[in-house]
């Protein structure tokens, strides 16, 4: 292996990985997309009468009956007693067969998701090249989508770039980045050709 001061040769560290049992594949540590939010509202309590599927955010559910139950199948909910998600609302993360008293149930007129966004950004399936001590990823990636070389926003820089690959490589089970670079695409800037491995530089 080929060594300049800290930084490997990037095309001797792929050669290397090529030749050590390496194979272009999805790494089968990529983490599963979130799930998206979805709710089912029904009139009556343990989930019986009219429902109403929900699965993004409702400012005007328009029901003509309050709520009764709640079937919560991904997210936190929460419920407001007039549109536009005003007045009295609460926040449902489970299953819930009576909502206030079984004799009268909730008043809802909107509801909404809480700490979901929709993934945006340049799909991926994070191909890799695996070898005894290192990985290379020439389009790193998790939940289906590319990587951003610097998610808080900003520019992209240097260092930011590197606190991100770093992120990334621990995620996919090694201790850091030994090598990354960043590839703009669409007018954002992804990590590329990213360098995982346990032993450093």
């Given at each position: 292996?080929?060594?300049?001061?800290?930084?490997?040769?990037?095309?001797?560290?792929?050669?290397?990985?090529?030749?050590?049992?390496?194979?272009?594949?999805?790494?089968?540590k990529?983490?599963?997309?979130e799930?998206?939010?979805?709710?089912?509202?029904?009139?009556?309590?343990?989930?019986q009468?009219?429902?109403?599927?929900?699965s993004?955010?409702?400012?005007?559910?328009?029901?003509?009956?309050?709520?009764?139950?709640?079937?919560?199948?991904?997210?936190?909910?929460?419920?407001?007693?007039?549109?536009?998600?005003?007045?009295?609302?609460?926040?449902?993360?489970?299953?819930?067969?009576?909502?206030?008293?079984?004799?009268?149930?909730?008043?809802?007129?909107?509801?909404?998701?809480?700490?979901?966004?929709?993934?945006?950004?340049?799909?991926?399936?994070?191909?890799?090249?695996?070898?005894?001590?290192?990985?290379?990823?020439?389009?790193?990636?998790?939940?289906?989508?590319?990587?951003?070389?610097?998610?808080?926003?900003?520019?992209?820089?240097?260092?930011?770039?590197?606190?991100?690959?770093?992120?990334?490589?621990?995620?996919?089970?090694?201790r850091?980045?030994?090598?990354?670079?960043?590839?703009?695409?669409?007018?954002?800037?992804?990590?590329?050709?990213?360098?995982?491995?346990?032993?450093?530089?």
């Open positions: 292996m080929i060594m300049h001061g800290k930084g490997w040769v990037l095309a001797a560290g792929v050669a290397a990985l090529a030749g050590v049992t390496a194979v272009a594949a999805q790494d089968d990529m983490l599963p997309p799930p998206r939010p979805e709710a089912i509202i029904y009139r009556d309590p343990g989930y009468g009219p429902a109403v599927n929900v993004e955010a409702q400012p005007n559910l328009g029901l003509a009956w309050r709520v009764g139950s709640i079937r919560v199948r991904a997210g936190r909910w929460q419920l407001c007693e007039r549109i536009n998600f005003r007045g009295n609302c609460r926040t449902i993360d489970s299953d819930r067969p009576i909502l206030a008293t079984a004799s009268r149930g909730m008043v809802v007129q909107s509801m909404r998701p809480l700490g979901w966004t929709p993934p945006s950004g340049e799909p991926g399936n994070n191909p890799s090249l695996r070898g005894m001590a290192a990985q290379f990823y020439s389009a790193p990636a998790r939940g289906g989508y590319r990587v951003l070389a610097c998610p808080g926003g900003g520019s992209a820089t240097a260092n930011c770039a590197e606190r991100s690959a770093n992120d990334f490589c621990t995620a996919m089970g090694w850091r980045s030994a090598r990354q670079a960043m590839e703009t695409v669409r007018g954002r800037v992804y990590l590329a050709d990213v360098l995982c491995s346990n032993t450093g530089y």
